[in-house]
């Protein structure tokens, strides 16, 4: 392979991993994880094809590098999908509970209404 498209692997796999840690927010991230996860595992492929046709030492090195960011992006994709898939809901509240505390809001205002006329 081309050290080029080697030192173009080992960029875009950096530039991917730090996209990823920038712009992560707690909420609404699955999508956006599943697509860097994706990503991430053309670059392993990619890396490793790389590494393994790579015909100098130059070529060896960069390919190798290639291949601990694109492993270490991957690993990091995966680990914080499914850190988000077996997260637990957001506890906000429902329905439900809005209407028991609206009961419980007038229970409350009809029996100070009631102490205050005895």
Same mark, same amino acid.
């Given at each position: ?7 173009? *692997?080992? %960029? /875009? =796999?950096?530039?991917?991993? %730090?996209?990823?840690?920038?712009? =992560?927010? @707690?909420?609404?991230?699955? !999508?956006?994880? %599943?697509?860097?996860?994706? %990503? #991430? ?5 990619? #890396?490793?094809?790389?590494? /393994? ?17 694109? =492993? ?8 914080? /999908? @499914?850190?988000? *898939?077996? #997260? ?9 509970? /809005?209407?028991?505390?609206?009961? !419980?809001? !007038?229970?409350? #205002?009809?029996? !100070? ?6």
């Amino acid at each position: 392979m081309d050290p080029t498209i080697a030192a173009y *692997v080992v %960029l /875009l =796999a950096l530039a991917l991993g %730090l996209t990823g840690a920038l712009r =992560a927010e @707690r909420e609404h991230c699955g !999508r956006g994880l %599943l697509i860097v996860t994706t %990503l #991430a595992g053309f670059l392993v492929v990619a #890396a490793v094809s790389a590494l /393994l046709t790579s015909q100098s030492a130059l070529e060896l090195v960069l390919s190798t590098v290639a291949v601990f960011f694109a =492993a270490q992006a991957a690993a990091t994709a995966f680990l914080l /999908l @499914r850190q988000e *898939v077996h #997260a637990e809901p957001a506890d906000e509240p429902d329905e439900q509970d /809005l209407l028991d505390e609206a009961d !419980r809001e !007038r229970q409350f #205002a009809h029996e !100070r209404t009631g102490k205050e006329g005895a």
